[in-house]
């Protein structure tokens, strides 16, 4: 049985359940020859207002433009509690212009959307699956152009998509002592691993794609290996195998 190909490694004794996120960056066209935004910080709302939660951002100018025709960029991610997400917000910092007939110009910004733009999101995300935020700029209505004093002002209108990207397979392990690894085995490939935990005997294994697995507890000297064939992950869903018996 191959034990090879370690796509995501975790381990199962977190104190809460958690769910990771992605959140991309997309535009529609505008008539423009670039628009450039600076991102300085994207934050998550989780388990009803309980606060917000900082991303792992790639801060830096994004030209909206060169992500039109379903191409998008990766903002920033974060492991956040599982449960229910209100809202997103986006941190712009003063950078922010467009390029008109070869000549670029500073767009004015109000000053609270550089202390964040809140975007309603109202999904809830399941614990240990992979999820993407997409922020969908839309630059033709995101951009005002005052004719009398010849100003472009950034009015950003977005709108927050969110998606299931993975499964996870998770279930508890009696006896507890038995301590075993947990491999979810794709054909002859390991596509997750996970460690039962050594209070409980509870697992999870995060970040599945969907398809049929083996799932193989592989327990310390004194117990017997079981597997678990035909375990079937859904995106957005997490399997539960119950209790699985490791016997002596």
Request: with cysteine.
């Amino acid at each position: 049985m191959g034990m090879a190909a370690f796509a995501f490694i975790a381990c199962s004794n977190e104190s809460e359940p958690m769910a990771r996120v992605e959140v991309r960056l997309t535009d529609a066209p505008g008539d423009y020859q670039a628009v450039y935004v600076d991102i300085q910080g994207v934050e998550i709302n989780a388990q009803d207002d309980s606060g917000w939660i900082s991303l792992d951002v790639n801060e830096g100018i994004y030209n909206l433009l060169d992500l039109t025709n379903g191409l998008d960029t990766l903002l920033g991610t974060a492991e956040i509690p599982a449960g229910k997400v209100n809202q997103i917000r986006l941190i712009l910092g003063p950078n922010n212009s467009i390029k008109v007939e070869n000549e670029t110009t500073l767009l004015t910004t109000a000053s609270a959307q550089q202390s964040g733009l809140k975007l309603n999101v109202n999904t809830t995300l399941e614990p240990g699956v992979t999820y993407t935020i997409l922020l969908d700029f839309d630059v033709a209505r995101s951009i005002v152009h005052t004719g009398a004093s010849d100003k472009y002002i950034l009015k950003p209108v977005i709108r927050a998509i969110a998606e299931a990207k993975s499964g996870a397979i998770q279930g508890q392990v009696i006896p507890v002592m038995s301590t075993p690894a947990v491999y979810a085995i794709s054909e002859l490939d390991t596509v997750g691993t996970t460690f039962a935990d050594t209070v409980t005997g509870s697992f999870i294994i995060k970040g599945l794609p969907a398809g049929s697995y083996s799932v193989s507890f592989a327990p310390k000297t004194g117990f017997q290996t079981v597997t678990k064939n035909s375990v079937d992950v859904s995106i957005g869903s997490v399997t539960d195998l119950g209790v699985v018996v490791i016997s002596e």
